[in-house]
């Protein structure tokens, strides 16, 4: 099993840009000793002859998204309707220097 210590936590707090507060510090470093014996433990699973995955469904390997179609109109109209001042289909604004 990998045991954290004062170490360990302060280099990963330096790497990940984090800022322990010293009484959250031992129950962090049990956190991560538990998390790294999760990971040693699926270290151990046989995936021999498992294909790897980019996702876990199988429904992903088909598009699902929608096709990419206008579904709304221009809305130019509607969005030049309360112009103060418009024309040609454009805002007009005053000049700026």
């Keep these: ?44 699973v046989d995936t021999t002859g498992v294909e790897p995955l980019a996702h876990t469904s199988e429904i992903t390997k088909e598009n699902r998204f929608r096709r990419d179609e206008v579904t709304n109109p221009d809305g130019a109209e509607g969005t030049l309707f309360n112009a103060p001042a418009k024309k040609d289909g454009q805002f007009v604004v005053p000049k700026t220097v």
């Design 1 to 44: 099993m990998i045991t954290i210590n004062d170490t360990d936590l302060k280099k990963a707090e330096l790497l990940a840009k984090l800022s322990i507060e010293p009484e959250k510090r031992e129950r962090t470093m049990a956190e991560m000793e538990k998390l790294f014996g999760y990971v040693e433990k699926l270290k151990k």
